[in-house]
């Protein structure tokens, strides 16, 4: 295992400046293989690192001989290293090696081999391989996609409120003029069989949909026409690049247009060998203790999800030192709601905070904590997907105003008691800032205790004053957000057991 404890300050957005301080990280990225991290910095304090605790696990045994693993693609793949090979939806692949967990080498049907990424393919026998499944999509989402084809009969199959359940959402032109949208959620009998309607059950999901393809039995009308992945939903960031290669040559990237700045320097998009879209953050030299983050960049490359702003790589080979990420085209959340007042339905509101849960339930899984978690804090894509970013960054900071809860940066507004006053990081205190996170997103951008200082706020919270209720946001929402405030941590949920109330109000809506 490795662990890691760091004096810290502050972090930034594509648009907003942060702030944040001292803790202690653990990341285990796979239950075989913890991974840790052991550092200390204070500021003005010479620092040497112990680079032999910090080496990445190595990768896992190849497959057994003669056992052949065949995936198919759940997305286009174009080639990033010359070692890459390209992958069509909808089409088989054998793997050859599992270099780890991220990067696989494969063949396809005509001999060709390369890296693919991971979270591109599925075993051809799991539910992710049929074209109708949608596995990382709200209520929200499923609506929205069936609503641009708008072709009668359109369907996606996505996972329901009830973990390892599954729902149809399903498209019609006879609800009304604009057409409507009717969810059913597959059901499963004692007997160990599925159904959505009790008369007509079945012994897989795939053996489900096709009865239904050509019945409506019970349906608002048939199932005809398949709405994604292939193609409609949003393909996952790669995590980094298959050759394992964290530092990123300056001539492969391309400067375009500044589209923010925040506590390290200016954020511009850019382009990656003219692939691909990706942010460009310039550091500023003295603005964050760079050789500690180099580090931990290469393990922080390896954290993947579909909610979580991919880190792709440094470049550190010229000054100043530039961060590259995954490009979000909508900015930062908190600007996204501002600018919307108003026209942000409660199904997209709550949609934007699932969003952010699974991301950082995915964090939460891997003991690694945020510690700046705050809307200023996650994008959005061009799909009005909300991603969380500048997770861990805090430690990084070199700025005294970010060290304590008297300095004017702290995020004092967002910080439960514990770190106001013991400096207390835990993924407890992430949730009483998701908690906050949730108020931002249903007083569509406001600023939390507006009006008060600093000082003010911490005294109002240490005799157990809270956050009002939003007028967007239901008793039902506001109880979910107010349980996030506990006093104490323990007092609090789970990010996974927040998901989970969250997705079954969603399924209300």
């Known amino acids: 295992m490795i662990s890691s404890n760091h004096s810290i300050f502050s972090v930034i957005c594509c648009c907003c400046s ?68 390209s992958l069509i939806q909808g089409e ?13 080498r494969v063949q396809d049907k005509h001999g060709n081999k390369g890296f693919i990424p991971s979270n591109y393919v599925t075993e051809k026998d799991r539910i992710e391989a049929n074209q109708w499944y949608c596995q990382n ?4 989402e499923a609506e929205q996609l069936l609503r641009q084809e708008g072709k009668e009969g359109g ?3 996505r996972e329901s409120s009830q973990k390892g359940c599954y729902t149809v959402s399903l498209f019609t032109k006879a609800l009304g003029i604009n057409g409507g949208i009717r969810h059913y959620q597959i059901k499963l ?117 579909p909610k979580l702003v991919q880190l792709y790589g440094v470049c550190t080979q010229q000054k100043p030192m530039c961060i590259v990420t995954e490009f979000l085209d909508n900015g930062c959340l908190l600007n996204y709601l501002r600018q919307r007042v108003g026209t942000l339905t409660m199904t997209w509101l709550l949609s934007f905070c699932q969003d952010a849960c699974e991301g950082m339930e ?38 005294n105003q970010y060290t304590s809860s008297t300095g004017s940066k702290f995020p004092v507004k967002w910080s439960p008691p514990e770190v106001l006053h013991y400096n207390k990081y835990s993924n407890k205190s992430d949730v009483w800032s998701f908690g906050v996170l949730m108020w931002e997103v249903f007083s569509e951008g406001k600023i ?18 809270r956050l009002y209720r939003p007028h967007k946001a239901s008793k039902d929402v506001y109880t979910l957000m107010y349980q996030c405030w506990h006093e104490k941590p323990q007092g609090r949920p789970s ?15």
């Open 18 to 85: 942060v702030e944040s301080r001292e803790i202690s990280t653990r990341v285990n990225l796979e239950p075989s293989t913890p991974l840790c991290f052991n550092s200390r910095r204070r500021p003005g304090h010479a620092h040497r690192m112990d680079r032999s605790r910090r080496k990445l696990p190595p990768p896992p045994p190849e497959n057994d001989e003669g056992a052949e693993l065949q995936v198919v693609a759940m997305y286009n793949f174009t080639p990033k290293e010359d070692t890459d090979l």
């Open 92 to 104: 088989y692949y054998t793997i050859l090696h599992k270099q780890d967990q991220l990067w696989w």
């Open 137 to 140: 999509i709200t209520r929200s």
């Open 155 to 157: 369907f996606v199959v």
């Open 189 to 305: 009998s004692d007997s160990g069989s599925f159904y959505l309607c009790e008369k007509h059950v079945f012994s897989s999901i795939p053996d489900l949909i096709k009865y239904h393809n050509h019945n409506a039995a019970g349906l608002v009308t048939r199932l005809r026409y398949p709405v994604g992945p292939m193609g409609r939903c949003v393909p996952p960031a790669t995590p980094g690049f298959s050759s394992e290669k964290w530092e990123i040559d300056p001539s492969e990237l391309t400067l375009m247009k500044e589209v923010g700045s925040g506590q390290f320097g200016v954020v511009r998009l850019g382009k990656w060998r003219a692939l691909c879209k990706v942010a460009i953050k310039t550091i500023n030299e003295g603005a964050m203790y760079e050789e500690d983050f180099i580090e931990e960049a290469k393990i922080m490359m390896r954290l993947c999800h």
């Open 362 to 399: 995915y964090l939460e899984s891997h003991s690694f904590i945020h510690r700046d978690l705050a809307a200023r804090n996650c994008l959005v894509s061009d799909k009005n997907v909300v991603k969380v970013c500048d997770f861990g960054m805090t430690r990084y900071v070199l700025d």
């Open 448 to 465: 939390p205790f507006d009006g008060r200082s600093n000082v003010d706020v911490v005294e109002e919270i240490t005799r157990g004053h």
């Open 495 to 509: 990010f996974s057991e927040l998901l989970k109330s969250i997705r079954e109000l969603a399924e209300l809506e």
